[in-house]
């Protein structure tokens, strides 16, 4: 199924909850702040928002240079 | 119309939402600057030119060559003689002239002297190049009901948000604990561009000029802006009632004295710099560090890199033994640079 993430098309398997989606990017749980369909998921609710076709991801990493 | 150092800030008052009333404010104003190398520098110069009436900042590096394509304040002879940031910031910054009163630290900033440094001081602004400032600069804004200005850059673009703190979302809000060290690039691994420095730098000192004269109507989101891919997003979150920081209060970065971080290993020139209670993967730091480092070595249970000519020693826990310097400031920033 089709989800959008920061505006571009993704393919993810159905049934993909929000802590495995991010794992599977080889991403730290600390290091993203996610928003679906323009609601922050706070950390601890990741597992339970499993991802639905059309679901609108915007994904921020958190930047440490300067 | 002639122009005199009377109407010097003629073109900015024209500008209504700013205007006179705003050019007044920002004379008034007193402004904390932490870091004044690439982001520090452009958010410096920007304030400084807009006619902001105080300025105080800290860094505790010294000018390198490699600094000069991102850090506009410097120069080729200040790479040469390696010159204390703060002091060639000053430099530059006196030059531009201007009712600016400027006030410059060559020091280490830590929870042991972020307080005094910052007393007095409207707003606090980023310009470090590790987390752990960011962080102890969150804990410092909430504590003290101050706004402050998060920025961050790595290679093409970067992040800025603009923090009131128990009016909007803090930078806990949105990411409650830094991750683990070495979990982020830095810009010493993965590089960084001078327009991307520009244009978050430039983002942030508006937010900044918004902040001192008009806090309310401050639009408290983080925006990311990308001057590689031509990019811009902004993301609008709420407070977070279960924040650490400004929703239980408590603040962590703030109450760890340096004194707790290190510790000097006498007659060995070596300090060791303690971990976050994190464990490290190794592995992973080892390849983040293959560019930064001049030699880079992984031995059973540690790590050893040659970094900014110091024999670092990483171990799982974080801990990290940082030789050739007794100078807790200079172990300390060569570990946030490289290790945090």
């Known amino acids: 199924m089709e989800i959008l993430v920061n505006g571009r098309a993704e393919q993810v398997e159905p049934g993909t909850n929000l802590a495995q989606w991010i794992a599977g990017k080889g991403l730290h749980p600390q290091q993203v702040a996610i928003e679906v369909n323009q609601a922050l998921v706070p950390r601890d609710q990741r597992e339970q928002v499993v991802l639905q076709p059309g679901d609108r991801v915007e994904m921020v990493s958190l930047v440490g240079g300067g | ?340």
């Open chain 2, 1 to 340: 119309m002639t122009t005199t150092p009377d109407n010097r800030f003629d073109r900015q008052t024209r500008f209504a939402p700013f205007g006179t009333a705003g050019q007044a404010k920002l004379e008034q104003a007193s402004v904390f600057l932490l870091g004044a190398g690439a982001l520090g520098g452009v958010i410096a110069q920007s304030l400084v030119r807009s006619g902001v009436g105080r300025l105080v900042f800290a860094d505790r590096d010294s000018v390198d060559w490699t600094n000069l394509p991102r850090q506009v304040l410097f120069e080729d002879r200040h790479a040469a003689a390696s010159t204390p940031k703060a002091w060639a910031a000053l430099e530059a910054l006196e030059r531009i002239g201007g009712p600016t009163r400027l006030e410059a630290h060559a020091t280490h900033v830590d929870a042991d002297n972020l307080v005094e440094l910052s007393a007095g001081c409207d707003v606090l602004l980023d310009g470090s190049d590790n987390l752990e400032t960011r962080y102890l600069l969150n804990d410092l804004a909430v504590k003290s009901d101050r706004p402050w200005v998060y920025a961050g850059v790595i290679g093409g673009g970067g992040l800025v948000m603009p923090i009131r703190p128990n009016v909007g979302p803090c930078l806990r809000c949105l990411f409650p604990e830094p991750p683990p060290p070495g979990t982020l690039e830095t810009c010493d691994t993965s590089g960084v561009l001078m327009p991307a420095v520009g244009s978050v730098a430039s983002l942030a000192a508006g937010m900044a000029l918004r902040l001192l004269v008009d806090p309310a109507g401050t639009p408290l989101r983080l925006m990311e802006i990308d001057a590689w891919h031509g990019e811009l997003r902004t993301l609008s979150i709420p407070r977070h009632p279960e924040c650490p920081a400004c929703g239980k209060r408590t603040f962590p970065f703030l109450e760890a004295p340096l004194s707790e971080r290190t510790l000097t290993l006498c007659g060995r020139n070596t300090v060791q710099v303690r971990g976050q209670g994190v464990e490290v993967d190794l592995d992973a730091m080892a390849r983040r560090l293959a560019q930064a480092a001049s030699r880079v070595e992984r031995l059973g249970p540690l790590l050893r890199a040659e970094l900014d000519g110091h024999r670092v020693t990483l171990f799982r826990d974080g801990r990290a033994l940082i030789e050739g310097t007794e100078d807790r400031g200079t172990a300390l920033a060569i570990y946030d640079r490289f290790l945090a």
